[in-house]
C-alpha cells in the first residue's frame, strides 16, 4: 500500500533531503552528478586501472558483464599510463566511458581528493588496488619515493 505522509512530515522530508544534495553540492560534485547517487548503485574502484594490469582488468570486468556492479571507477594519476587506454577499453569491450565505466584522474595519495570520489560513486562496494610503481632500477635509486608513493597510498586508501 502507498505510504502517506502528513504535510509537515512531507516537508520535513523535503528540507532533510535538500539539506543532504546541498551538503553533497557544495563539497565537490558539480549539479549532474548527484542525480548519479539517487539511482540504487554498486561501485567498483579500480585504483590504476589505466595501468598494464588494471586495464586488463578492466576489459575482463566488462566483457564478463560487470559482475554485479553498476559502475567501475578507474582511479589513476596517470604518472605511468595514458588515457588513450581508456578509449581502448571502451572499444575493445564495446562499453562507453561515462556510461559503464568512469574514471578518475587521482593521485590515491590526496585524501582531499580520493574522499571527493568515494563521495561522488557512493556507494563504494570493492576496490581492486593496482597502482603503485613497480620499476626496480628507480626503486632502488629512490626508495623514498617508491615507500611513499606505494605504501602511502595504499594507508591513504584504506
Ligand atoms: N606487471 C606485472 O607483471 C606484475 C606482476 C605482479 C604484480 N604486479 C603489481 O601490480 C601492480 C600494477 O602493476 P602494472 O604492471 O599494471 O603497473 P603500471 O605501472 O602499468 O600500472 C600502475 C598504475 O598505477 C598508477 N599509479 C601509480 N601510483 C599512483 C598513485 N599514487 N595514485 C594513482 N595512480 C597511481 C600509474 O599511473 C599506472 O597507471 C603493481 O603493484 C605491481 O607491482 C605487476
Known amino acids: 500500500m502507498k505510504k502517506r505522509f502528513t504535510r509537515p512530515r512531507l516537508e520535513l522530508l523535503r528540507s532533510n533531503s535538500l539539506k543532504i544534495l546541498r551538503k553533497i553540492k557544495s563539497s565537490c560534485l558539480n549539479t549532474n552528478d548527484y542525480l548519479i547517487i539517487m539511482v540504487e548503485s554498486k561501485t567498483l574502484l579500480v585504483t590504476g586501472g589505466s595501468g598494464y594490469i588494471g586495464s586488463h582488468t578492466m576489459v575482463e570486468l566488462l566483457a564478463g558483464g560487470m559482475y554485479g556492479f553498476t559502475r567501475i571507477v578507474i582511479v589513476d594519476n596517470l604518472e605511468n599510463s595514458s588515457n588513450k587506454v581508456l578509449d581502448r577499453i571502451a572499444e575493445i569491450t564495446g562499453t ?20 571527493c570520489v568515494f563521495t561522488k560513486y557512493e556507494p563504494v562496494h570493492s576496490v581492486i588496488h593496482f597502482a603503485g610503481l613497480k620499476a626496480v632500477g628507480v626503486s632502488v635509486s629512490q626508495p623514498l619515493y617508491y615507500y611513499e608513493n606505494n605504501v602511502g597510498g595504499t594507508v591513504t586508501l584504506l
Open 96 to 115: 562507453q566511458l561515462n556510461n559503464q565505466f568512469y574514471f578518475e584522474e587521482v593521485d590515491l595519495r590526496n585524501k582531499e581528493a580520493l574522499d
